[in-house]
């Protein structure tokens, strides 16, 4: 009686939420814009509240408690974790009428505050012609790193199709400045508003395009230490390089951010009926339309019409993604961008930050027991937060468990590199 009578509470709030601050919503999601009507989000609170948790057991919203997230890692990466980014060692708890993960998914899209940044933008060639575009914050007023050629740097990596705008980039800018650091972010090809030059975008697979704005960054700052940060897809992107370049990639470390670890177990997970009415056919629509805005430039070397229909990410991938990059098969793709057994390849500190109840990235597809052998990678999970969720409080639009971990790693990566480089070095017993 009493747990029904909470999740009654938890609708209500909700649904007084809902329609107080919601008639039409636009949902930009890993990049991608859509639109989620007062219907659905109804729905899906009262799917949420009275049936399916994603993937977790229903329990009483407001019994829940808050909770340690797990870190698992060696012992002497754990010790330098809890003394300087102390956040990994806190309870999280997730707002109260949005603690499930498709609900964090969605809302955090639109609730979450936008902070102010003016970025300068360069635009860089690749070596088939192509071009990349890079969003800068120069940081010149840098109190703690006044001159320019040491002042670390924060390389971020959007999600699918995303870009620069995206409030868990602007909120990832904010905690690099305010700590006196200089960001840069990635655009991917033909996503960050330029003009595609070459019948190429990109895949979580492929690591030419990261590889040429490392060196490019590296060139212009060689003595700046460089730190990657990628988000979802761009969390995937980051892996594979670190896995292909090993000791010589450049950077002195990563974080990644609800990150899918098995694009198969992904796919599979985006397939389910819930989560492909709520994620899967609008992340589809989108990616279809992006491919169309160049059209001109991508017909020759993949069948845009055919593409066009496709109702799917798997879909979408099975007809443009393993095309276009020469892949046998959809699901030589798929082994081929997933960076779970590519872990051990890796050299450089790595922070990765996943939910239980991501519904893009599955727990159980975590490479929770490899991580626990190498000296160099920490995986943190929360119970809750969903994909890019991670909020807190009552009215979680300013920043929340995910950004103050950002700001505090590469704090504790920029400030500690001594500790840093003794921690992973040790093996584990």
């Known amino acids: 009686g009493q747990e029904r009578a909470d999740n009654l509470t938890i609708l209500s709030w909700t649904l007084h939420y809902t329609l107080k601050h919601t008639c039409d919503i636009s949902i930009s999601h890993t990049g991608c814009s859509y639109p989620l009507t007062l219907t659905q989000l109804v729905f899906l609170a009262f799917f949420h509240v009275t049936y399916a948790n994603s993937v977790t057991p229903l329990t009483s919203p407001l019994s829940l408690v808050s909770q340690t997230p797990v870190l698992v890692c060696s012992n002497a990466f754990r010790t330098f974790l809890q003394k300087h980014c102390p956040v990994v060692a806190e309870r999280y708890c997730p707002?109260?009428?949005?603690?499930?993960?498709?609900?964090?998914?969605?809302?955090?899209?639109?609730?979450k505050s936008r902070p102010s940044v003016s970025y300068r933008n360069e635009l860089i060639r690749t070596a088939d012609g192509g071009q990349i575009s890079l969003d800068w914050v120069d940081n010149g007023a840098s109190a703690a790193y006044p001159e320019s050629s040491t002042r670390p740097t924060v390389l971020i990596l959007p999600g699918l199709t995303g870009n620069s705008q995206q409030p868990y980039v602007l909120h990832a800018i904010s905690q690099a400045t305010r700590r006196g650091y200089r960001c840069v972010v990635f655009n991917n090809r033909g996503f960050g508003g330029e003009e595609l030059l070459t019948p190429l975008t990109f895949c979580a697979a492929n690591t030419s395009d990261l590889e040429r704005v490392v060196l490019h960054v590296k060139e212009l700052f060689p003595q700046a230490p460089l730190l990657g940060a990628g988000v979802s897809l761009g969390g995937m992107l980051l892996l594979n390089y670190l896995a292909r370049k090993g000791s010589e990639s450049g950077l002195v470390a990563g974080i990644t951010l609800s990150v899918a670890w098995n694009t198969v177990?992904?796919?599979?997970?985006?397939?389910?009926?819930?989560?492909?009415?709520?994620?899967?056919?609008h992340l589809t629509v989108n990616l279809c339309q992006a491919v169309n805005r160049h059209r001109k430039m991508l017909e020759k070397v993949v069948d845009i019409d055919y593409v066009m229909k496709a109702r799917s990410i798997h879909e979408f991938d099975e007809r443009y993604t393993s095309v276009l990059f020469g892949y046998k098969s959809c699901l030589d793709y798929y082994y081929d961008a997933s960076p779970d057994y590519k872990l051990p390849r890796t050299a450089v500190p790595i922070l990765c930050l996943n939910a239980a109840d991501d519904p893009f990235s599955p727990k159980h597809a975590f490479p929770l027991a490899l991580a626990k052998h190498l000296p160099n990678v920490a995986l943190l999970v929360t119970a809750h937060g969903g994909h890019i969720g991670f909020l807190e409080g009552i009215f979680p639009r300013g920043e929340g468990y995910m950004d103050r971990l950002i700001g505090q790693y590469i704090e504790a990566v920029f400030e500690h590199p001594g500790d840093l480089k003794r921690a992973c070095s040790i093996k584990q017993e």
């Open 95 to 111: 707002t109260p009428w949005c603690w499930g993960g498709r609900l964090q998914t969605l809302v955090q899209a639109f609730i």
């Open 265 to 281: 177990e992904s796919t599979a997970s985006l397939e389910q009926p819930i989560n492909w009415l709520l994620f899967n056919r």
